[in-house]
């Protein structure tokens, strides 16, 4: 049996082609030639403020389930990061101009929401060593990505330090499974979940990911 450290690093290698797509995305692309400027980005803002809210919940309801002390504890400072991410989208929103009646109004899109919705069905029926292994495998995409449109505003759209503190924070995410997940992980391996449950958690959140940009591009070209 592998340990956590061995296992991610595998998934990681099964999973290049998936990652290729969403790090070379041509949504960063256009954001980066300039092609999307305030207004579009406000289905960026629109999608987020239905998956973190989401994601909060979910997350507070998967700690609520939790035995173990390390797992409550990992799951803890994940749900922190999300609550101050949501304050920093928030700062967007205003920077884009979106009043509270436009982002309530705005209408998420099925694709855009899928990562959401798994995370959901992974938190309520998922093992702990499931979720840290998948969101740990997503956030170092994710940061990646959040790094390069968080240097794409400031240099197209004219966006200060504060403005992009939403895709900075994120993009600070270390790019390897910190030690608390591989203590999570390692705990379900020993406790029995299989392998096998561990790579798909993490090959459909990553699937979702695309999904994710793939969804937002193609309403920004539409």
Known sequence: ??????????????????????????????????????????????????????DLKSIAFLISRLDRRESQDFFRFVLQGEAAALDALLTLGNALGMEPRERIAYEPKPGAQAYSAYLA???????????????????AAWGANCGRMGRAL?????????????????????????????????????????????????????????MFWDTVYEAFRA
């Not at 340990?3 to 290049?16: M, P, V």
């Not at 069905?121 to 956030?139: H, K, P, Q, T, Y």
């Not at 504060?162 to 993009?171: L, S």
């Open 1 to 54: 049996m592998p340990d956590a450290k061995a296992l991610i690093e595998k998934i990681g290698r099964d999973l290049q082609p998936l990652e290729k797509k969403i790090r070379d995305h041509p949504y960063l692309h256009a954001m980066e030639e300039g092609k999307i400027n305030r207004e579009d980005l406000k289905i960026f803002v629109g999608e987020q403020l239905s998956i973190i809210p989401g």
């Open 121 to 139: 069905w992974l938190c309520m029926f998922g093992a702990d060593a499931e979720i840290a292994a998948a969101l740990s495998v997503n956030f």
């Open 154 to 210: 400031k240099a197209r759209l004219g966006f200060n330090d504060e403005e992009i503190t939403f895709f900075t924070k994120f993009a600070e995410a270390p790019s390897d499974p910190s030690p608390e997940a591989l203590v999570v992980i390692d705990a379900g391996l020993e406790a029995g979940v299989p392998e096998r449950r561990i790579a798909r958690a993490c090959r459909m959140l990553q699937g979702y990911e695309l």
